[in-house]
């Protein structure tokens, strides 16, 4: 209904009329006029079908990447945040979101399969897909243009496990804090950030206990979980407590070196530390493999010792046996070759791999 509106002695009517989410206003002289008017624009209204306004793809893009920032881990963000700089180098950004279609998706996808590989654009295929299916939960998008491209094919090999000789001998070469920290990766079979975060707080010596921290779960939460520490462990971490030369770090592992370049990072938790692995592997002899490797090592030695998956999927703190599963396949460990041995191989006494050190470590220095 229009509204009486005076000003300076003079009555005017305005009428106002809801059309496509917007509000449409207009000033009459008189009532009637203003009624007409609202009649009319509310027969058009009904006539023209509601539209939801347009959003361009970069629109798209950011409204995402603003909710994962906020839902996923850094490394997950990042790996989401890239997936969209390569696919706006194939389609432009300014599009309409609803323009796309699914041979666009197919077209970026396939230059991808062909100038990365089958499993680079599969898992951009994954991103992309779970970023228009939240778009269509929130923000009422036509249906998924990524769903409709199918995976390509992959070519994957079995993770590298390094011989446990070669642990060894890094292992023996390694100082003071990389040396302790080389054996609480092997004894916890720990993630690079979950034990880069780990804290004095998080170990418990009187129970035996280490808290790691991780968020490689599906929303990307912080969850912790409880690793019971092997006694020589629990000496090797008591050793460096008493030892280490920043007392009042609360972090375990902490930036030990004093130059220029590294000077204000001095006792603060490690983030990368992505050269160590290479020198000492370069100083060792041996093929170069990362802390990840290390997590690959503690899995196949307690395989290859005769543990169940309950156990292997214990330390590696799968929430799946599935998971666990398909780790083991990847590290070149099928039930199908056991099975065949099994029927084939005539088969002594199992010999199981002792889990331990072979060389004591040598007096902890203070030094770095």
């Not at 690079?192 to 170990?203: K, P, Q």
């Not at 899995?299 to 290859?304: F, K, N, Q, V």
């Not at 214990?314 to 398909?326: G, V, Y």
């Amino acid at each position: 209904m229009p509204s009486k509106i005076t000003k300076r002695g003079k009555t005017r009517w305005l009428a106002c009329v809801k059309r496509n989410g917007q509000r449409l206003q207009k000033v009459f002289d008189t009532r009637t006029e203003a009624l007409n008017w609202e009649a009319e624009a509310r027969s058009l209204a009904e006539a023209m079908p509601e539209t939801t306004p347009s959003v361009s793809l970069l629109e798209w893009a950011n409204n995402y990447l603003a909710f994962a920032k906020t839902k996923f881990n850094v490394k997950t963000f990042q790996e989401k945040r890239d997936v969209f700089k390569r696919f706006f180098s194939v389609v432009s950004p300014e599009i309409e979101a609803e323009s796309l279609i699914a041979r666009d998706a197919l077209a970026y996808l396939q230059s991808q399969a062909e100038a990365r590989s089958g499993h680079a654009a599969n898992k951009d295929r994954k991103n992309l897909v779970a970023a228009w299916n939240w778009s269509i939960k929130f923000h009422d998008f036509p249906p998924n243009p990524f769903m409709k491209v199918e995976r390509f094919g992959e070519t994957r090999h079995p993770r590298y496990v390094p011989p446990e000789d070669d642990f060894w001998r890094i292992y023996q070469i390694a100082e003071s804090q990389d040396r302790v920290m080389l054996f609480a990766f092997l004894h916890l079979a720990a993630r690079r950030s979950e034990l880069f975060r780990l804290t004095w707080a998080d170990v418990d010596f009187a129970n035996g206990l280490v808290r790691l921290g991780t968020r490689k779960r599906r929303d990307g939460t912080l969850e912790f979980d409880l690793i019971p520490m092997t006694s020589e462990l629990r000496e090797e971490l008591r050793d460096w407590r008493e030892t280490r030369p920043v007392k009042d770090a609360p972090h375990v592992f902490v930036c030990l070196d004093a130059t220029a370049f590294t000077r204000e990072y001095f006792g603060k938790p490690f983030e990368k530390r992505q050269h160590l692995m290479k020198r000492l592997c370069v100083r060792a002899g041996v093929k170069p493999f990362g802390f990840h490797a290390i997590r690959h090592l503690t899995a196949s030695t307690l395989y290859h010792a005769g543990q169940p998956v309950a156990v292997v999927q214990s330390i590696l703190r799968h929430k799946s046996p599935a998971t666990t599963e398909r780790y083991l396949r990847s590290l070149g460990l099928e039930h199908t070759r056991e099975a065949l041995e099994s029927v084939l191989v005539k088969k002594g006494p199992a010999r199981v791999i002792p889990f331990v050190k072979q060389e004591a470590p040598k007096a902890l220095t203070s030094g770095a």
